[in-house]
């Protein structure tokens, strides 16, 4: 006798995105770890050197934190207003700050003295780095200006003034101590060089930039601002790579994971987005409740942080512990332990035999009870949990002719289960077909007898005929959208056909591409 074949639950199942090699590993995580802090996070910088603490600058001090406890180690609090862009040195022993009485503090990591003290600017200083060789400090002010500081006499080296707003980003080069970037709110990006004083080139972000980042390479550079990522190639003067447009609302920072592998960028839409450093695309994407300031990502993957509008440190910590699975755990019997430890020989081994568990629905089905199959599917865990699985049994229901029979001659409760499950998801496009197909038998069966049914019953036909009128409206607006994008990308190639052939100059066709977009609006 051949086995009953169970209902095809898989053809209405939700997909999901396949899940890539970089969801994997991004998704190895602790849940994250919440911490308050005084103020808005500005900036977060992880030490190079392990354990890898980060320092949180947030309000009047700089914060040390052991990524694996989430607690603070050190706490830098020479600062009598807000505290900027505490960053630590290449070689983890040195940390600097801006803040909000123009000038750029130099602390010891592990006696946090305060070794040096840099005055010159004349307005907030938000962004310090240290130059590559670890002997000089980049300083990027309000003040419009960019300064270089020498460490051992505490002297100013160089001042350039080439921006007409604040200046809020800086980068300096991973290759070279004589090369760093600034970035303004006047939306341009300059290079500079101390070896001859000037400015290498400037290019246009078109948008106040709020962060740059060098890679390591050291010849590709990446800017943001606005919703914009651009990435421009430094050894060609400047010139545009590529843009890069995955956020909503402003970009706020940048920052490098994977051995520079991956570029993560955090955005005031609350979300963090993880690219592929070689082609820019977006590999995976962090979600937190609020809007995200500053992000900071160790140099081995272990540690994702990122600070938040409302004063929010959210610390995730990659999961290391390898959980055994069923199928590896070992199966011990303990039938023949004695104290002599007998161990018996094995004959043969008789598999067991596995029972197939069968549902209610289909169970029902088999014995060609359609109404109570329905009933089973109706059910509040199934329908509101797994609604793939009711609509499946009512595709199954239409194949074998029983639809019919299965919504006659109920009552009211079990006729308002029905319509209750209609109208919350027979907009849904992935039931949408079945679902009216349903629908029509449904009035069918009870058109007559419509006056008869109870008041609950009437009330939710009439919601279910406002739920079609609904997505009748949208489908209308939908389609007149489509005719309207079809009508613009007609004209659009029309345009461009006539241009290239009359060569005609650009601007004429921007103009008439405008008119045609008028004239459709």
């Known amino acids: 006798m051949a086995s009953f074949k169970k209902t095809n639950v898989k053809i209405f199942a939700k997909t999901g995105p396949d899940l890539s090699p970089d969801n994997i ?41 052991n990524p694996i406890t989430k607690l603070v180690e050190k706490n830098l609090s020479r600062f009598k207003k807000n505290a900027y862009g505490g960053s630590f040195r290449s070689d983890g022993k040195l940390l600097c700050a801006g803040g909000e009485e123009h000038s750029v503090r130099l602390f010891d990591f592990h006696s946090k003295n305060l070794l040096r003290l840099f005055r010159g600017h004349t307005a907030p200083v938000h962004r310090t780095f240290f130059t590559s060789d670890g002997i000089r400090i980049t300083s990027f002010s309000d003040d419009n200006t960019v300064a270089l ?15 007409e707003d604040y200046i ?14 600034s970035g303004s709110y006047d939306k341009h990006i300059q290079m500079y060089d101390t070896r001859t004083n000037k400015t290498v080139f400037t290019v246009d972000h078109e948008a106040p930039v709020e962060s740059l980042l060098f890679l390591p390479s050291g010849g590709v550079f990446v800017s943001a601002g606005g919703t914009e990522i651009r990435v ?18 402003t970009v ?32 995976h994407t962090l979600d937190y409740p609020n809007a995200v300031l500053s992000v900071g990502v160790s140099g081995d993957d272990e540690t994702v942080v990122a600070g938040m509008v409302d004063g929010m440190l959210s610390v995730r910590r990659r999961d290391t512990e390898v959980k055994e699975s069923k199928s590896q755990r070992k199966k011990v019997s303990y039938r023949y332990a004695d104290s002599h430890s007998h161990v018996p020989s094995t004959d043969a081994i008789v598999q067991e035999e596995t029972k197939e568990v069968m549902s209610k629905q289909d169970a029902f089905l088999r014995k060609f009870q359609y109404s109570k199959a329905l009933d089973s599917a109706l059910m509040a865990f199934v329908a509101n949990k797994t609604p ?24 009211g409760k079990s006729l308002s289960s029905i319509l209750r499950f209609l109208i919350r998801h027979i907009g849904n496009v992935r039931f949408g077909k079945v679902l009216l197909h349903v629908t029509s038998v449904l009035v069918d069966v009870y058109e007559e007898n419509l006056e ?9 036909f009439n919601q279910l005929a406002k739920k079609l009128e609904e997505e009748e409206d949208l489908t209308k607006s939908l389609l007149e959208l489509q005719g309207a994008l079809q009508m613009l990308v007609t004209g659009a190639e029309t345009v461009s056909s006539l241009a290239v052939q009359d060569k005609q100059p650009l601007e004429a066709s921007n103009a008439a591409l405008a008119e045609l977009v008028i004239s459709i609006g």
Not at 27 to 55: N, R
Not at 149 to 162: G, H, M
Not at 170 to 178: F, H, K, N
Not at 394 to 410: C, H, I, P, S, V
């Open 452 to 460: 008869e049914l109870n008041d609950e019953a009437r009330i939710m």
């Open 388 to 411: 793939h699985v009711t609509v499946a049994l009512f595709q199954e229901l239409t194949r074998r002719q029983g639809l019919k029979q299965a919504l006659a001659g109920r009552d």
């Open 149 to 163: 500081w020498d460490i051992p006499s505490e002297k100013q080296l160089i001042t350039f003034n080439k921006h």
């Open 252 to 283: 706020m920072c940048l920052k490098l994971a994977s051995n520079g592998r991956r570029i993560v960028s955090g955005s005031l839409d609350r979300h963090v987005k993880i690219y592929d450093a070689g082609t820019y695309k977006v590999v």
């Open 25 to 65: 590993y991004w998704k190895q995580f602790t849940a994250p770890v919440l911490v308050k802090e005084f103020g808005p996070i500005d900036y977060i910088d992880f030490s190079p050197i392990e354990p890898h603490y980060f320092a949180v600058t947030s309000s009047a001090r700089v914060q040390i934190y």
């Open 168 to 181: 809020r980003a800086g980068a300096v080069s991973p290759v070279s101590p004589d090369i760093f970037l």
């Open 232 to 249: 421009w190639d430094a050894l060609a003067g400047g010139r545009l790579q590529a843009k890069v447009s995955q956020h909503h609302k």
